[in-house]
């Protein structure tokens, strides 16, 4: 079964702070990890992607296979950085083809 | 840059009416998904469907559910008799291959 788990929902830093959103996975196979973001009102949006190893809007991220996980970093947060976060997965084969398991989502305030 | 258009954007239904919500994927895309949250829960997978067929689908997509592409452009979600828990956010979503979803801005469907 796949699961993604954010512990955090919710996640507050100064503008200019470094800022980590955590993400773990439980996946038999090997997973192909995303992180989808949400700006207020308007629609899922992806940041990133595990096999494109891209930096977006200043975001990294990498896959741990040891600890399974794939945490969202930036090391100086900006206030439009403010908004929803979605760390998710999608199988490798067979029924799960295509199929995206999604974290509970995981706040993040930036303050001036 | 191509978006995945969802009308309408807010429904309000009476529990037990049936509702259809609509979908315009990219238009080179190949698979295509339905989505739900519920408030204030996670994103939930619903249905995934390829080559004029659903290759995969939730627990969450009983008979009340169904899903058509009947015209080479539109993808269709059909609930037959609403409940008050299908009360969601239903967001659309098409890929061409297997990485890179595009959403659509979703509907928020209201059962009342």
């Known amino acids: 079964a796949q699961r993604v788990t954010q512990p955090e929902k919710l996640l507050s830093v100064f503008k200019g702070a470094p800022v980590e959103l955590k993400c773990n996975y439980s996946?038999?196979?090997?997973?192909?990890l995303f992180w989808y973001v949400q700006y207020s009102r308007q629609r899922l949006q992806l940041l990133l992607r595990?096999?494109s190893r891209e930096s977006i809007k200043g975001f990294t991220a990498d896959l741990n296979k040891g600890e399974t996980s794939f945490h969202l970093k930036k090391p100086f947060a900006q206030e439009e950085d403010s908004a929803m976060y979605y760390c998710?997965?999608?199988?490798?084969?067979?029924?799960?083809?295509?199929?995206?398991?999604f974290g509970q989502g995981t706040i993040l305030t930036v303050h001036p | 840059e191509p978006e995945v258009t969802q009308t309408p954007s807010h429904q309000v239904t009476q529990m037990g009416q049936e509702v259809i919500l609509r979908c315009v994927p990219i238009?080179?895309?190949?698979?295509f998904y339905w989505y739900r949250q519920i408030l204030g829960q996670k994103v939930e997978f619903l249905v995934s469907?390829?080559?004029?067929?659903?290759?995969?689908k939730s627990e969450i997509f009983d008979d009340q559910f169904s899903v058509e592409r009947p015209d080479g452009s539109n993808f269709t979600l059909k609930i037959r008799s609403t409940k008050l828990e299908d009360s969601a956010m239903y967001f659309c979503?098409?890929?061409?291959?297997?990485?890179?979803?595009?959403f659509g801005s979703g509907t928020r469907l209201t059962v009342v």
């Open positions: 595990h096999i």
């Open positions: 998710a997965l999608s199988g490798t084969g067979g029924t799960s083809y295509g199929k995206l398991t």
């Open positions: 238009s080179n895309h190949l698979y």
């Open positions: 996946y038999s196979g090997s997973p192909e």
């Open positions: 469907f390829y080559n004029n067929e659903i290759s995969e």
């Open positions: 979503a098409s890929t061409q291959g297997y990485y890179g979803y595009t």
